[in-house]
């Protein structure tokens, strides 16, 4: 796994026109997956399990899944400035991100 610094040098590096945040958004996602693939479930014993809070659990998904998004859009204008291709319009990209939370939080 890179380290912020490491990804931060990378980002700079590819000599693209990237917002100054760019890396800490693509940091912060790498750290939402990680709590999405490993940390959100721990104690969890079921998916019926009456203990959680499902209020806060829906607002710690949603947390986790906006910073994912977040750093997806940034992969994807890489992605598509290495490609020669043209980014998605900018009024695709500035709903993207509550359209995937949305995606993913409603029942």
């Known amino acids: 796994m890179l380290r912020s610094t490491s990804l931060s040098a990378a980002v700079s590096r590819t000599n693209l026109k990237l917002p100054k945040g760019a890396a800490l958004l693509l940091e912060d996602a790498t750290q939402a997956r990680n709590a999405v693939a490993h940390d959100l479930a721990k104690g969890m014993t079921g998916c019926l399990d009456t203990t959680v809070d499902r209020n806060a659990l829906v607002r710690e998904v949603s947390d986790r899944i906006f910073e994912l998004a977040h750093g997806d859009v940034v992969i994807s ?9 043209e980014a998605s319009n900018s009024e695709f990209l500035s709903t993207y991100v509550q359209r995937v939370v949305r995606w993913v939080i409603e029942e």
């Open 77 to 85: 204008l890489i992605i598509a400035h290495l490609n020669g291709e």
